[in-house]
């Protein structure tokens, strides 16, 4: 699978659109981008996936660029709720394996 | 809901010692995870199942094994416990091949003193 690279940290406003970027520059055809978050002291949780076109559900919206080489996931209205630990993750369509890197800590400031 | 239950939140055990972490899912998934999280280093895959009594290695599978006798039921097993084997053990279900989600565990914190 391909290797993703995202920031360390991020801070945003309450009630202000998080934008969360994510680089993927190695992903094949067959890759898919998914988006999961950890909120502290919880597993996971799934928000979205996406192969080449936006994607929006009740979470989060994602944008994936043309040549696929990066990605955002958008929360459009943040709340203190989605601060936690959001994971940009690339995997082959039909992999069962779920490769995880170390994510960005989106802190969501009242 | 998916409801994937981890035996236990907080675990403390001896160096050398056997440790069994079991994990239960409830929604006759076919593929389940064991990673372990440790600061800096994100969520590592320890081992994977897509099937009972099957069995893949994941990224770090040393020092470790895993059981799948029954298909909700997914076992991780520290042989010999050592203290570099502290930390957080999370376990995750997923239905099949299709691009589907996965669902985790609130975690196993194990101490290994």
């Known amino acids: 699978d391909a290797k993703t690279t995202q920031p360390t940290s991020m801070d945003c406003a309450e009630g202000r659109a998080a934008n969360l970027p994510c680089n993927h520059s190695t992903i094949s055809g067959n890759e898919y981008v998914y988006w999961y978050r950890q909120i502290h002291s919880q597993g996971p949780q799934y928000i979205i996936h996406g192969l080449k076109n936006n994607e929006t559900n009740e979470m989060a919206s994602l944008i994936i660029t043309e040549d696929r080489k990066s990605s955002t996931l958008i929360l459009p209205h943040a709340t203190l709720r989605d601060t936690a630990v959001y994971y940009c993750?690339?995997?082959?369509?039909?992999?069962?394996?779920?490769?995880f890197g170390t994510g960005t800590r989106l802190t969501i400031i009242p | 809901d998916v409801k994937v239950t981890q035996s236990s939140r907080y675990l403390v055990k001896r160096t050398g010692e056997k440790v069994f972490l079991e994990c239960v899912q409830d929604?006759?998934?076919?593929?389940m995870f064991w990673y372990r999280q440790d600061p800096g280093l994100g969520l590592r895959l320890i081992y994977f199942s897509y099937d009972v009594k099957m069995k893949e290695k994941g990224d770090i599978p040393e020092g470790y094994s895993v059981s799948r006798e029954k298909k909700e039921r997914f076992s991780l097993i520290l042989e010999s416990a050592s203290t570099n084997q502290t930390s957080m053990y999370l376990c995750?279900?997923?239905?099949?091949?299709?691009?589907?989600?996965?669902?985790f565990g609130q975690g196993t914190r194990l101490t290994v003193v």
């Open positions: 929604m006759d998934h076919e593929n």
């Open positions: 993750i690339v995997r082959v369509f039909g992999n069962e394996k779920l490769t």
């Open positions: 995750a279900s997923s239905l099949s091949f299709r691009d589907t989600e996965a669902f």
